[in-house]
């Protein structure tokens, strides 16, 4: 039987978009138990998530997309904890922009399967915040990440690098709208919601 459970640390920090600098909080989210844990996104710094680790095993470093508020820590995050990192290979013009010294380790397709404590998550390519914007969905604890694909109160933001509004659409209607309503929305930043909850969103 799975001990797996979600843990959520909240890292703010500052992005720049088209020469302006936002206050942001972003949502790194931990599937596992007591003893492994599985690490989706790496914003800002690196010293809160290794906290929230806790010592334990980390199995992967799951990155959702490429934009620098999700990967900043990504490269230090490894070196603290050894994990590989998995990103969708359409967004590695967005990595090398934050990180030209270093690359991703694992490209990261559509149903690339990852394991944790007991329990599976099975990611879901949902391209249009990014080309590579890559949701994560763990069936047995019921819930599905989406990065900044799905928010509560409809689709991600399409004003950044390299994103488009009509792929983003497509993806969410028919990818992540295709999860039974119940299914809890664990987003990129603020509060949960449920696929059935952002069905009349999506327009």
Same mark, same amino acid.
């Given at each position: 039987?799975?001990?797996?459970?979600?843990?959520?640390? =909240? *890292?703010?920090?500052?992005?720049? #978009?088209?020469?302006?600098?936002?206050? *942001?909080?972003? %949502?790194?989210? #931990?599937?596992?138990?007591?003893?492994?844990?599985?690490?989706?996104?790496?914003? +800002?710094?690196?010293?809160?998530?290794?906290?929230?680790?806790?010592?334990?095993? *980390?199995?992967?470093?799951?990155?959702?997309?490429?934009?620098?508020?999700?990967?900043?820590?990504?490269?230090?995050?490894?070196? @603290?904890?050894?994990?590989?990192?998995?990103?969708?290979?359409?967004?590695?013009?967005?990595?090398?922009? &934050?990180?030209?010294?270093?690359?991703?380790?694992?490209?990261?397709?559509?149903?690339?399967?990852? +394991?944790?404590?007991?329990?599976?998550?099975?990611?879901? +390519?949902?391209?249009?915040?990014?080309?590579?914007?890559?949701? #994560?969905?763990?069936?047995?604890? %019921?819930? =599905?990440?989406?990065?900044?694909?799905?928010?509560?109160?409809?689709?991600?933001?399409?004003?950044?690098?390299?994103?488009?509004?009509?792929?983003?659409?497509?993806?969410?209607?028919?990818?992540? #709208?295709?999860?039974?309503?119940?299914?809890? &929305?664990?987003?990129?930043?603020?509060?949960?919601?449920? &696929?059935? @909850?952002? =069905?009349?969103?999506?327009?």
């Amino acid at each position: 039987m799975s001990t797996a459970r979600i843990e959520k640390t =909240v *890292v703010n920090g500052i992005f720049s #978009l088209d020469g302006q600098d936002f206050d *942001v909080d972003n %949502n790194v989210w #931990l599937v596992g138990d007591d003893d492994e844990v599985l690490v989706i996104d790496a914003p +800002h710094r690196p010293e809160p998530i290794v906290e929230a680790i806790g010592g334990r095993r *980390v199995t992967a470093i799951v990155l959702t997309h490429g934009h620098n508020d999700h990967i900043t820590a990504a490269v230090d995050l490894r070196e @603290a904890t050894g994990a590989p990192i998995w990103l969708n290979a359409a967004d590695l013009m967005l990595w090398e922009s &934050v990180h030209p010294e270093a690359l991703p380790d694992q490209p990261l397709g559509h149903c690339t399967p990852f +394991h944790v404590a007991g329990t599976s998550l099975l990611s879901m +390519h949902t391209p249009g915040h990014s080309p590579g914007s890559t949701s #994560l969905y763990a069936r047995d604890l %019921n819930t =599905v990440f989406t990065g900044d694909t799905l928010f509560c109160g409809g689709p991600g933001a399409t004003g950044r690098s390299y994103s488009d509004r009509p792929t983003i659409l497509n993806s969410i209607r028919s990818c992540l #709208l295709t999860l039974p309503g119940d299914t809890v &929305v664990k987003t990129g930043h603020g509060d949960d919601t449920t &696929v059935a @909850a952002e =069905v009349g969103r999506v327009r």
